[in-house]
Nanobody
Framework: QLQLVESGGGFVQPGGDLRLGCRASGFTLHAYAISWFRQAPGREREGVSCISPSATHTVYVDSAKGRFTISRDITENAVFLQMNNLVPEDTAVYFC?????????????????????WGEGTQVTVSS
C-alpha cells in the first residue's frame, strides 16, 4: 500500500518556525516527485513547493521563497519542509503528495492535477 504520512504541524506565533515531515511507505522516493500543498479555510488547495526524484531540483511558490526550504532524506524515505518566519497567512492544513516519474528525474511542479498519492494533512496555525 502506497502511503504518505505528514507530521510536524502545530501552533506557532508569527515569526516562528516549524518543520513538517512527510514519510513514505510502500514505495521509495528515488522515482517520485514530492510536493507540499496547503489549504486554508474557505480557500482552494494550493501548491507550496516540490522536490524532484533526483532531489536536485526544487520549486517554491512566491509566498514561500526565502522562508521555506524543502529537502529529502532518502535514508528515512522522507521529505521535509522547513518553514521559517511564519505569518498568519500561512495558516492552513498542509498536505504532501507524490507523483511517480523516472528514477533520477529532475522534474517537479507543485500542480494539484499531477499528483495521485496524498497524505491526510497536518494543521499549521500561526497566530498571536
Amino acid at each position: 500500500q502506497l502511503q504518505l504520512v505528514e507530521s510536524g504541524g502545530g501552533f506557532v506565533q508569527p515569526g516562528g518556525d516549524l518543520r513538517l515531515g512527510c514519510r513514505a511507505s510502500g514505495f521509495t522516493l528515488h522515482a517520485y516527485a514530492i510536493s507540499w500543498f496547503r489549504q486554508a479555510p474557505g480557500r482552494e488547495r494550493e501548491g507550496v513547493s516540490c522536490i524532484s526524484p533526483s532531489a536536485t531540483h526544487t520549486v517554491y511558490v512566491d509566498s514561500a521563497k526565502g522562508r521555506f526550504t524543502i529537502s529529502r532524506d532518502i535514508t528515512e524515505n522522507a521529505v521535509f519542509l522547513q518553514m521559517n518566519n511564519l505569518v498568519p497567512e500561512d495558516t492552513a492544513v498542509y498536505f504532501c503528495a507524490a507523483r511517480r516519474l523516472q528514477r533520477g528525474s529532475t522534474y517537479c511542479r507543485p500542480r494539484l492535477v499531477e499528483y495521485d498519492i496524498w497524505g491526510e494533512g497536518t494543521q499549521v496555525t500561526v497566530s498571536s
